[in-house]
């Protein structure tokens, strides 16, 4: 009982990277209608320079907040000197162009910072609290759940609650309408890239602490499993993205737990599999369809 307890615990935390993840693939994809392939990558970088930024002051928060930072400025550039000049007509175009982008930045970051993988320590630690004998999260665990509740409870607030996210809206599902009704849809999309890469790169930071270290394919398999989440819960659903992130992370963490590592990426492709044969678009997708 013991063991179940901390497995779901744990895979509470790891979800909720996931979700984090997941919500910026949903950004994006509810901006431009394309997935965003080249998000681990673009994810990856600002963390370099959050590591950069951490070594040089020896400040986890400075690291943070230059890792927003530059992740906001990444996906604006991005989109407004490279995605914006892709043909919308032709989804191969995206794709290759997002393919050649993760060889650039990968590339460009292993000459600047070598291959090798870079420890990355957490602000807080990463042992378990024990309560009533059973280990439960860690400080750090607790620190992840925390910002990724923050994070996702802002970002619905500024979709659901706001003139800005009503323009976001509008400009994704009608940007004719919208440019009429004097919309400025370019930016808005710039927008959404912006706050999407900005919400991977914070995931990105989150995770890497738990894994191996810092390297240019860090998130890799971040993206797989939060692009995997973000299918099963609908491209199209922030509250999608919310829930299949959780469920994949409690699942990962559970198979990691009783049977084996090896093991987590099948049941997590087998649950997608069944999803899709159940609900091609997703367990939340038709439900956001009709409200958004």
């Not at 673009?42 to 040089?56: K, L, R």
């Not at 619905?156 to 400025?184: D, H, I, K, Y």
């Amino acid at each position: 009982m013991e063991r179940l307890v901390f497995l779901l615990s744990t895979g509470l935390a790891r979800g909720a990277v996931l979700a984090l993840f997941a919500l910026s693939l949903v950004i994006v994809y509810r901006a431009t209608r394309t997935v965003n392939f080249a998000q681990a990558a673009m994810a990856v970088a600002p963390v370099y320079v959050a590591f950069a930024v951490t070594s040089a002051t020896g400040s986890y928060w400075l690291g943070l907040a230059a890792a927003l930072a530059a992740g906001a400025l990444l996906g604006a550039v991005v989109e407004r000197w490279l995605i914006r000049r892709v043909p919308r007509d032709n989804p191969l175009a995206g794709i290759i162009v997002a393919i050649g982008l993760v060889m650039v930045i990968q590339a460009g970051l292993a000459i600047a910072f070598g291959p090798d993988h870079r420890p990355v320590h957490a602000p807080f630690s990463q042992r378990p609290l024990a309560v009533g004998g059973v280990n439960l999260l860690s400080p750090y665990d607790l620190f992840v759940l925390v910002v990724a509740a923050v994070v996702m409870g802002g970002l619905a607030l500024l979709f659901n609650r706001t003139s800005l996210g009503l323009r976001l809206r509008a400009a994704a599902f009608a940007p004719e309408t919208s440019r009429l009704l004097g919309v400025r849809v370019p930016r808005m999309v710039t927008l959404g890239w912006t706050l999407s890469v900005a919400t991977a790169a914070l995931a990105a930071l989150l995770l890497v602490p738990t894994g191996l270290g810092l390297d240019p394919h860090a998130a890799d398999v971040l993206f797989v499993n939060a692009f995997a989440a973000a299918v099963i819960g609908g491209l199209d659903s922030p509250a999608g993205a919310l829930a299949a992130g959780l469920t994949v992370g409690v699942l990962a963490s559970l198979v990691t737990g009783y049977a084996s590592a090896a093991a987590a990426p099948l049941a997590v492709l087998a649950l997608l599999t069944v999803v899709l044969l159940v609900r091609p678009h997703g367990l939340f997708a038709a439900r956001e369809a009709r409200t958004a």
